[in-house]
Nanobody
Framework: QVELVESGGGLVQAGGSLRLSCAASGRSFSRSTMGWFRQAPGKDREFVAAINWGGGNTGYADSVKGRFTISRDNAKNTVYLQMNSLKPEDTAVYYC???????????????????WGQGTQVTVSS
């Protein structure tokens, strides 16, 4: 049974930093694209960042570019999201996602991800 478990969320002041982790179990995702999405209250889930299987190709939403960094450790089957210079508008539940397919490019559409974590709350106070 595949499971993605996010951690690292919490309450932080504007300008602060958080590092989210997503640990996968049940199968290896070392050859699959992984990503982060977020959903704020009353809004649709939106793409945040993605990283290809080897880690050499990353993509970001314009709203987080230059502030967030996605990375992965395939030996640990884990993907990370380093979030710096946080803003109140970054407040949301953050979800980790993994693609079932192998050796694909960046995936930015939620419908193309097959596995999802339960989410971790990030709250940025002003």
């Amino acid at each position: 049974q595949v499971e993605l478990v996010e951690s690292g969320g919490g309450l932080v002041q504007a300008g602060g930093s958080l590092r989210l982790s997503c640990a996968a179990s049940g199968r290896s995702f070392s050859r699959s694209t992984m990503g982060w999405f977020r959903q704020a209250p009353g809004k649709d889930r939106e793409f945040v960042a993605a990283i290809n299987w080897g880690g050499g190709n990353t993509g970001y939403a314009d709203s987080v570019k230059g502030r967030f960094t996605i990375s992965r450790d395939n030996a640990k089957n884990t993907v990370y999201l380093q979030m710096n210079s946080l803003k109140p508008e970054d407040t949301a539940v953050y979800y980790c996602a993994a693609d079932r397919d192998l050796f694909t490019g960046l995936v930015v559409t939620s419908a193309n991800y097959d596995y999802w974590g339960q989410g971790t709350q990030v709250t940025v106070s002003s």
